[in-house]
């Protein structure tokens, strides 16, 4: 599976060589290092030690992970202030077009990312998919988002970017609102295709709004740092939404089984060691290898038993990526300046550029007969 990317690696990196321009318009500023650093003590802590709740609960280690990810947001933002060439320049936030356009596309992006990481788990476990199977009913997502890119893109043009990312934001609810009531322990493969092209019509709907946004709102010397926010909403909001829907799902499963082995006849709960509780109550996985050590007709009621259990755990995660979507559209339709607004706010970063800057590697020599033939010509 991974040796497939090689080829493809190779030819890109020789295509590069070929095409790709040597220099694009460096600058001899300083690259902000500690910067770098401290961001990923803000968030890689935090991603990690919400992900541990489920095994730790809130302990002496998690609660100095999220102590280590607050003081690192800290020094971040202090950095971020005092240093004449930030990594990220916070003045940027002050503009709606950027924060709410950031905010908007996190929350899509994010949840997206973290209903699929649930969705293939729950094709496979508890509709029995192949890992192939599981895999091609999410391309209806995939269509639909390319699909829906061209009708955002005149609804940009024609009422501004607030329309189509409250529209995206609002229909990827939907989305998410089917996986949450209609993915049960019997769905049928139409409805999880259509769900999934709903969350990609979503998704295809506030993409380009939030990228173009992004980008409107950052003067040119920040392009860079406008296309890697771009970049930020997929992998900071994947993250963070995977580790904060796949924690919900773990602890609500784990209380389904809590609750069922508590009101098991004690003849019954005599059968079940410790260590096999725990393994049922820890994992899908688990309960099915557990399951192998009972007859067929109570096998077959600890695997339905742990399928209910993985529902339950889907729609409370699944409820979560609904709730931030219904505030994100909340935010878009009263903060999201109108089309007007917006353009005067990109008018205004544009009127704001700076002179360019010379390039850190020296370019050709300029034709200095040619500046000598035109007097006129400024210096």
Request: with cysteine; net charge positive; proline share 7%.
């Given at each position: 599976?991974?040796?497939?990317?090689?080829?493809?690696?190779?030819?890109?990196?020789?295509?590069?060589?070929l095409?790709?321009?040597?220099?694009?318009?460096?600058?001899?500023?300083?690259?902000?290092?500690?910067?770098?650093?401290l961001?990923?003590?803000?968030?890689?802590?935090?991603?990690?030690?919400?992900?541990?709740?489920?095994?730790?609960?809130?302990?002496?280690?998690?609660?100095?992970?999220?102590?280590?990810s607050?003081?690192?947001?800290?020094?971040?933002?202090?950095?971020?202030?005092?240093?004449?060439?930030?990594?990220?320049?916070?003045?940027?936030?002050?503009?709606?077009?950027?924060?709410?356009?950031?905010?908007?596309?996190?929350?899509?992006?994010?949840?997206?990312?973290?209903?699929?990481?649930?969705?293939?788990?729950?094709?496979?476990?508890?509709?029995?998919?192949?890992?192939?199977?599981?895999?091609?009913?999410?391309?209806?997502?995939?269509?639909?988002?390319?699909?829906?890119?061209r009708?955002?893109?005149?609804?940009?043009?024609?009422r501004?970017?607030?329309?189509?990312?409250?529209?995206?934001?609002?229909?990827?609810?939907?989305?998410?609102?089917?996986?949450?009531?209609?993915?049960?322990?019997?769905?049928?493969?139409?409805?999880?295709?259509?769900?999934?092209?709903?969350?990609?019509?979503?998704?295809?709907?506030?993409?380009?709004?939030?990228?173009?946004?992004?980008?409107?709102?950052?003067?040119?010397?920040?392009a860079?740092?406008?296309?890697?926010?771009?970049?930020?909403?997929?992998?900071?909001?994947?993250?963070?939404?995977?580790?904060?829907?796949?924690?919900?799902?773990?602890?609500?499963?784990?209380?389904?089984?809590?609750?069922?082995?508590?009101?098991?006849?004690?003849?019954?709960?005599?059968?079940?060691?410790?260590?096999?509780?725990?393994?049922?109550?820890?994992?899908?996985?688990?309960?099915?290898?557990?399951?192998?050590?009972?007859p067929?007709?109570?096998?077959?009621?600890?695997?339905?038993?742990?399928?209910?259990?993985?529902?339950?755990?889907?729609?409370?995660?699944?409820?979560?990526?609904?709730?931030?979507?219904?505030?994100?559209?909340?935010l878009?339709?009263?903060?999201?300046?109108?089309?007007?607004?917006?353009?005067?706010?990109?008018?205004?970063?544009?009127?704001?550029?700076?002179?360019?800057?010379?390039?850190?590697?020296?370019?050709?020599?300029?034709?200095?007969?040619?500046?000598?033939?035109?007097?006129?010509?400024?210096?």
């Amino acid at each position: 599976m991974f040796l497939v990317s090689v080829p493809i690696a190779v030819l890109v990196v020789l295509l590069a060589g070929l095409w790709l321009p040597r220099h694009a318009g460096e600058t001899s500023e300083p690259v902000d290092h500690l910067g770098g650093v401290l961001s990923v003590v803000s968030i890689g802590p935090l991603v990690l030690a919400i992900s541990l709740v489920p095994n730790y609960g809130f302990n002496g280690l998690v609660l100095g992970l999220f102590a280590v990810s607050l003081v690192g947001l800290v020094l971040f933002v202090v950095r971020e202030r005092r240093t004449p060439s930030p990594i990220f320049d916070l003045k940027v936030l002050r503009a709606r077009t950027f924060t709410i356009a950031l905010i908007g596309g996190t929350i899509t992006w994010g949840g997206l990312l973290g209903a699929m990481f649930i969705g293939q788990q729950y094709t496979q476990n508890v509709l029995g998919y192949s890992p192939l199977s599981a895999a091609l009913i999410t391309l209806p997502a995939a269509v639909f988002v390319a699909a829906a890119a061209r009708p955002a893109g005149r609804l940009i043009t024609s009422r501004g970017s607030r329309v189509p990312l409250a529209l995206g934001l609002a229909v990827t609810a939907v989305g998410f609102l089917g996986m949450a009531l209609l993915f049960g322990t019997a769905a049928s493969v139409v409805v999880v295709g259509i769900v999934y092209g709903v969350l990609g019509l979503g998704i295809g709907l506030a993409g380009p709004p939030s990228s173009s946004s992004l980008m409107g709102s950052v003067p040119v010397a920040r392009a860079g740092m406008g296309s890697a926010s771009n970049d930020l909403q997929r992998d900071f909001g994947g993250a963070l939404f995977q580790a904060v829907m796949g924690t919900l799902l773990a602890v609500e499963y784990t209380h389904y089984f809590t609750k069922a082995f508590a009101a098991l006849p004690p003849s019954q709960a005599q059968q079940l060691s410790q260590q096999a509780t725990a393994t049922i109550s820890q994992s899908f996985t688990g309960a099915e290898q557990v399951a192998k050590q009972f007859p067929q007709a109570q096998a077959d009621q600890l695997v339905a038993a742990a399928q209910q259990a993985f529902v339950d755990g889907k729609t409370a995660a699944i409820s979560f990526a609904v709730i931030t979507c219904l505030i994100g559209l909340v935010l878009v339709l009263f903060l999201y300046p109108n089309k007007r607004d917006e353009e005067a706010t990109y008018a205004r970063v544009a009127g704001q550029q700076p002179p360019p800057r010379r390039n850190a590697t020296p370019g050709p020599e300029p034709d200095l007969g040619a500046k000598a033939a035109e007097p006129d010509a400024p210096p």
